[in-house]
């Protein structure tokens, strides 16, 4: 993830031995480094790292969704500390398993979630974070090609790669309430 003028990583490093523990490392380095800059190494924050957890830039620093306590949770980097808090839908429970990362737009949180559905298909939920509850903005039909989702300006857009290499791109729409 890329914040200000810092790219950041979290990484699982390779075990050598099949029996040791997973670890994992953040670290940051300035974009416009030069030959004597290297990576600075990170805190990891209380999470369970061993689920699905990512990375992304947010106000300026760097946030995490991921599990904490057994909940979905977003960590936040603060003055070289990250501070963790619980997060949930206002409809409902988040599943942590379901969170698929999250983006800043027009300096507001967004973050993604998968919703299954009961035929097999999934959709994908955009949901603003206010006050540690996740209001959902908008939602698509998870495409079956590879694709990403961000934010340009105050607009959500879909990335799609189609035939032959070719992306796709469309704007999302705002949910009705």
């Known amino acids: ?29 300035p974009c416009e480094s030069s030959a004597a800059d290297g990576w600075r190494e990170g805190p990891l924050p209380a999470f369970d790292l061993s689920e699905q957890t990512h990375l992304f830039a947010r106000a300026g620093t760097f946030a995490l969704t991921g599990m904490a306590d057994g909940g979905a949770a977003l960590a936040i980097l603060r003055d070289a500390s990250w501070s963790v808090e619980r997060i949930a839908r206002i409809d409902g429970a988040l599943a942590p398993r379901a969170l698929l990362g999250g983006f800043e737009l027009d300096k507001r949180t967004v973050l993604v979630d998968r919703v299954s559905l009961d035929a097999g ?23 079956a090609r590879p694709w990403s989702v961000g934010g340009i300006g105050t607009q959500a857009l879909v990335l799609e790669i189609g035939d032959q290499a070719r992306a796709m791109v469309r704007a999302l729409p705002f949910l009705r309430s």
């Open 121 to 143: 298909s999934g959709v994908i939920r955009l949901g603003l974070l206010r006050d540690h509850a996740v209001q959902p903005w908008a939602e698509f039909a998870e495409p």
């Open 1 to 29: 993830a890329v914040s200000g003028d810092t790219l950041g990583a979290l990484v699982r490093v390779r075990r050598t031995d099949p029996r040791a523990p997973e670890r994992f490392w953040f670290g940051t380095i």
